[in-house]
């Protein structure tokens, strides 16, 4: 039904083969849209680079969002490269370890700030970079969990990180909805990937939400890509704003 043939993606996020912004990278490709990948430092380089390879991706760079100088050398390669972006994917997130697994009201300020510069802040840095390529309007996504309008047993923190990523959301989406360009934030209920990893007792998690969910399934980074990529499309330009549960049924279930 819908074609992404032309389109240039940004996917920031990829880690391994297990990586939501991998199944959305590989979704874009399939769809036609030419796509760049960023990876953390030389370390991951080493698994997203094949990754990256094996789909065409015409630039690969490294990215820490945390290193100053490193965002705005990937839009100057993009401006140089392409001159235009039509679909930007943000999945990151950080939080510092000790913060991460302990209660919420101890949190450290330097945790707290980390976390959100790191899971909010770089978003609203990516669009800004974003919005002068996006002339013709586009489309910026960014990964959220259903801890951020619940409390999850061990999500701790990043739930309410990841709540303010969520009002980011729609705040930019009322911003540059006269530009058309729209803004999405994607649910997935539980997933295996390496940033879940360092949730305490992640696994319990994951049983959990498969007994719960009407399917009885957990997400799949493929449904995640495939959700994504239809956001990019153009059938979907008057849509922005929400905040998308890809999680079988699971957040409506009391």
């Given at each position: 039904m819908f074609s992404l043939k032309g389109q240039k993606a940004l996917v920031v996020g990829v880690a391994n083969d297990?990586?939501?912004?991998?199944?959305?990278?590989?979704?874009?490709?399939?769809?036609?849209?030419?796509?760049?990948?960023?990876?953390?430092?030389?370390?991951?380089?080493?698994?997203?680079?094949?990754l990256a390879e094996s789909i065409g991706a015409e630039i690969i760079l490294p990215l820490d969002v945390s290193i100053p100088g490193q965002l705005e050398a990937v839009f100057a390669e993009i401006t140089a490269r392409w001159g235009r972006l039509d679909t930007l994917l943000h999945s990151i997130a950080f939080c510092p370890r000790e913060d991460l697994h302990g209660r919420v009201v101890d949190c450290s300020a330097e945790?707290?700030?980390?976390?959100?510069?790191?899971?909010?802040?770089?978003?609203l840095r990516m669009i800004r970079l974003a919005e002068p390529l996006m002339g013709a309007g586009g489309t910026c996504m960014t990964v959220s969990f259903y801890g951020a309008?619940?409390?999850?047993?061990?999500?701790n923190i990043m739930g309410p990180v990841k709540s303010a990523l969520e009002s980011v959301v729609r705040y930019a989406a009322a911003e540059l909805g006269e530009k058309r360009i729209s803004v999405h934030a994607l649910s997935p209920g539980p997933l295996k990937t390496r940033a879940a990893s360092g949730i305490a007792d992640f696994d319990e998690l994951l049983n959990e939400a498969a007994a719960r969910a009407p399917t009885h399934l957990l997400a799949s980074i493929e449904d995640v890509g495939a959700f994504a990529a239809f956001l990019a499309s153009r059938e979907a330009a008057n849509v922005t704003g929400g905040v998308h549960q890809i999680d079988g049924g699971y957040s409506i279930i009391g």
């Open positions: 297990q990586s939501i912004a991998w199944g959305c990278a590989k979704a874009f490709r399939e769809q036609g849209a030419d796509v760049a990948v960023t990876y953390l430092n030389e370390r991951a380089e080493a698994h997203v680079r094949p945790g707290f700030a980390k976390a959100m510069d790191v899971s909010v802040h770089s978003f309008e619940k409390v999850v047993e061990h999500y």
